[in-house]
């Protein structure tokens, strides 16, 4: 992992802008993932009822959830200087994902990829761009987890 002094400044100033209010923003995520790609639904047994954007905006399990998805990221944008750092939070979220919940690991893209949608679509495209590296480099640490676990 090698950020540069300019894209760590541009993607901890992109991030800034989105997790001012993250538990709105990481609900709107969730709720856009489980609406647009439903079978991520079926991990969250918890989250079973809600059949709706509006009910699932609503659900404090839902925005909790949201919260911590984007405090976990906002941890990670915390140490994108310092690699050891940064591995020391995101390969046991990794390890967690896959032996514990189970989770397929394309569902870390689509999460991703809808955070960048809401930045492009709140901050426009260079907001997306400035943090889109950010993305990639969780994705890639994510995966290695279930790569080492013969996924």
């Known amino acids: 992992m090698s950020f540069s002094e300019a894209e760590v400044q541009s993607a901890c100033g992109a991030w800034e802008k989105i997790y001012v209010d993250a538990e709105d923003k990481g609900t709107a995520v969730l709720v856009r993932m489980f609406t647009e790609h439903t079978d991520t639904k079926s991990y969250f047994t918890h989250f079973t009822g809600m059949d709706t954007a509006e009910e699932m905006k609503q659900s404090d399990q839902v925005r909790g959830h949201g919260k911590k998805v984007f405090t976990a990221i906002n941890d990670m944008v915390q140490h994108l200087d310092n690699t050891e750092a940064f591995l020391e939070i995101v ?28 930045m492009e679509e709140k901050f426009g495209g260079d907001c997306k761009a400035s943090f889109e590296k950010v993305t990639n480099e969780i994705c890639t640490h994510l995966n290695n987890a279930y790569k080492e676990a013969g996924w």
């Not at 870390?108 to 960048?116: E, T, Y």
């Open 91 to 118: 390969n046991p979220l990794g390890k967690k994902h896959v032996t514990q919940l189970k989770i397929d690991p394309k569902n870390f893209k689509i999460i991703c990829d809808i955070i960048l949608q809401l």
